[in-house]
């Protein structure tokens, strides 16, 4: 019998890349902006391809995997122009540089389910380039015009005398030539790679568990620390005792940060008891009375008064009195945490000039800008390298890099690398949350049961207003990422919006505004399909006779999930759709048992985003977003008592079971346009259709968030 015996970490490293040959992160190419040309051993005509003698093509992402796919899609981009062969591809992630920059944004960064859609052209231009470099190196060795070569998996082949050389052989005559100007880009037709459903590149690494999250960062004589923050929003550190945390076994330093006081130890067991000893004091500030029940009210009031306007079209006062049949409503969203499965952490090591970081992020410019403050230094004598990240949706992209500065300055306190971990309770009660949103609405019809007017009020705190983001969605005091802007046509609109400036630290949630405008609008169009008479899907259809990518997407979505069928008692349909860059429709069904009890069985899910890149990461997008916006349309809220958050854990702020996930069945809708974001776009239909479909089969209109069991 063979023994068995447990791997070191290093042949468990050894043994990944073995295994997969296809992934090397966390650690950076340098740390200067890569530039064209060669290296010692490898091509590298651009700073997102490099090819060695051995044949095998590194493709340098420039953003974050944050389990979203980006780490296979965006090498598909690279590999289908260069004509690579797919076993041989690599991915490295990016070291922080202008060539790295987001194109929209103007620093590296990750979000707004835009990576493929920015990269579509420049990554697959960036692998033409290089192909075309090769095919020029092969050509002139066997003295051939260049027009007359092809390539294939890897190779350049002239079939007019029957010869091939490898990508690797040429190497080191491609560094010597010089780059082309122009280069064509393959048609959709031609395609070999995109549109198939490669294997993930990452897969190796995170099943044999080689792949290096935050958490998993060691590095000799690191230390551990956890924060004793504010208690409060907006409180402020007064006092501290750390006599009693001091003493604690393990304990090495007690150091006041900008956040709180950072306990450090040994390890997250003796720093979290030293945290519970610590003894402070906090001038607990502006918001120690909130509370959800009283800005429930302060909400309501502030729905009743005339917001800055966000969309004005006809005459909807006089529409409002003329309409034949009025339906009004009110719905309210609470707070959500984003809970990523793996809590907030950064290490990071200060020296006398250069400091070090490795974390898991969203925002690579804004993150070293923020370490570079904390240290002292210049964002250049700041290394940043860029982990895998156990989920995000937003939480490790936000504009102050809080959780990096925390390190940064611990470190530099005690000269000495320091992991900074956040709890769970850490994070579900200090962190940053989707914002609450109230939404007070009317609508008019008229004898055909025609909408044909529609007024709405909209309160919430912005989560771009006042932020390096500003400019992309606010215009005059408006917030345009907080409206529901209804895409069906109705003749006379005002939209109007009401942005409370205290509360809590919030920040974009997956899907940001849709996250709530879609549940209101699709919600609140079901509600004047039913006041009519009418077919929810037939209304929807009718008011989006401009919209083809809408009408084909929702029929594609009906069809698929058998819309209009008998269903026994107590089981209905409900249908949603939402464009957030590209469009889904989502058909729930869904039974009420007699206790309340309500269980989605299956989701039909049909999607326009263009180019499918891989069929399989869509698919898991939006099986993911779907989980995503049903735990929170079914469990999620974060509630305040006396400026405290209420919730600490899963326990309390539950998140979707197994269990309770449906079926999902996911359709492509697209064409042949330019791909567009998946990574946000499953997310907003759910809830709503799932709402519409309790509607369906009880009577019961759902209007606040989370629905919990039905009474």
């Keep these: 019998m063979t023994a068995i015996r447990k791997l070191s970490r290093r042949e468990l490293l050894t043994l990944g890349i073995a295994v997969s040959g296809t992934l090397v992160v966390g650690c950076n190419l340098s740390q200067s902006v890569p530039g064209s040309g060669a290296s010692a051993t490898k091509f590298a005509p651009n700073a997102f391809v490099r090819i060695a003698p051995d044949g095998s093509v590194t493709v340098i992402v420039a953003r974050s995997e944050l389990g979203q796919g980006v780490y296979t899609a965006l090498p598909m981009l690279v590999a289908e122009e260069l004509d690579a062969d797919w076993s041989k591809v690599h991915v490295q992630s990016a070291p922080v540089a202008d060539a790295y920059k987001h194109p929209d ?58 010869r091939q050389r490898a990508y690797g052989d040429l190497v080191s005559a491609a560094t010597k030539l010089p780059l082309p100007r122009e280069v064509s880009l393959k048609e959709v037709k031609s395609f070999r790679l995109i549109g198939r459903a490669l294997p993930r590149l990452d897969t190796p690494a995170k099943v044999t568990g080689t792949a290096l999250y935050g958490m998993d960062m060691s590095l000799p004589g690191l230390l551990i620390a956890v924060v004793a923050r504010a208690p409060i929003f907006g409180a402020r550190l007064k006092a501290f005792d750390p006599s009693k945390a001091s003493a604690i076994p393990g304990v090495k330093q007690i150091v006041p940060i900008t956040d709180g006081v950072a306990v450090v130890a040994e390890g997250f067991h003796a720093a979290s008891l030293g945290r519970e000893a610590l003894s402070a004091s906090w001038d607990l500030g502006a918001l120690a009375n909130l509370s959800s029940d009283t800005q429930g009210e302060d909400y309501a009031a502030r729905a009743r008064q005339p917001g800055r306007t966000g969309k004005r079209s006809g005459e909807v006062e006089t529409a ?29 090591e200060v020296g006398e000039d250069h400091c070090r970081v490795w974390v898991g992020t969203q925002f690579q410019s804004l993150d070293r800008e923020a370490a570079a403050r904390a240290a002292g230094f210049k964002p250049e004598q700041v290394e940043l390298h860029t982990l895998f990240s156990g989920g995000s949706f937003g939480r490790r992209g936000v504009p102050d890099g809080h959780f990096v500065r925390e390190a940064v300055e611990i470190s530099k306190a005690v000269r000495a690398p320091v992991k900074v971990i956040w709890s769970r309770q850490d994070d579900i009660q200090g962190g940053y949350y989707r914002p609450r949103y109230y939404h007070r609405l009317q609508a008019g019809m008229n004898a055909a049961g025609t909408p ?90 009718s008011l989006l006779a401009a919209e083809p990518r809408y009408r084909a997407t929702l029929e594609l979505a009906a069809e698929k999930a058998g819309w209009g069928r008998a269903l026994p008692r107590g089981r209905g349909l409900g249908v949603a759709v939402n464009k957030w ?61 006396n400026g405290q958050v209420q919730q600490t854990g899963f326990a309390d702020y539950p998140i979707l079971r197994i269990n309770e996930m449906p079926s999902v069945e996911v359709y492509f809708a697209g064409s042949g346009e330019k791909p567009r974001g998946v990574g946000e776009a499953g997310v907003p239909p759910i809830a709503p259709a799932v709402a519409n479909a309790i509607f369906a089969a009880t009577g019961k209109r759902i209007r606040r968030l989370p629905i919990g069991p039905l009474t």
């Design 452 to 541: 044909t007017v529609w007024w709405q009020r909209v309160v919430g705190q912005s989560v771009l207003m006042n932020t390096r983001f500003e400019r992309l969605t606010v215009k005059d005091g408006v917030d345009y990422s907080s409206l529901a802007i209804p895409v069906y046509s109705i003749p006379n609109v005002l939209v109007e919006l009401d942005t409370p400036t205290l509360g809590p630290s919030v920040w974009a949630w997956r899907s940001v505004g849709d996250s709530h405008n879609a549940f209101v609008m699709e919600s609140f169009i079901d509600e004047l399909a039913h006041a009519a008479g009418k077919d929810p899907l037939q209304l929807r259809l």
């Design 320 to 348: 409002l009195k003329q309409a034949l049949c009025r339906i009004e409503a009110i719905y309210d969203l609470p707070y959500l945490a984003h809970a990523p499965m793996e809590p907030l952490n950064c290490t990071a």
């Design 105 to 162: 944004f103007g620093m590296q960064m990750t979000g707004g389910s835009l990576s493929v859609t920015s990269s579509w052209e420049p990554l697959r231009r960036a692998g033409a380039t290089a192909r075309a470099v090769l095919v020029m190196a092969a050509a002139q060795a066997w003295g051939v015009d260049p027009t007359s070569c092809r390539t294939e998996d890897g190779r350049v082949i002239h079939d007019g005398s029957r």
């Design 581 to 641: 860059d590209s469009v889904v429709a989502q058909v729930a069904e869904v039974s009420v048992s007699e206790s309340g009890e309500v269980t989605v069985h299956r989701v039909v899910c049909a999607i326009d985003c263009g180019v499918v890149v891989n069929p399989d990461i869509v698919r898991a997008q939006m099986e993911g977003g779907i989980a995503m916006g049903l735990s929170a349309a079914m469990h999620e809220q974060i509630t305040f008592v």
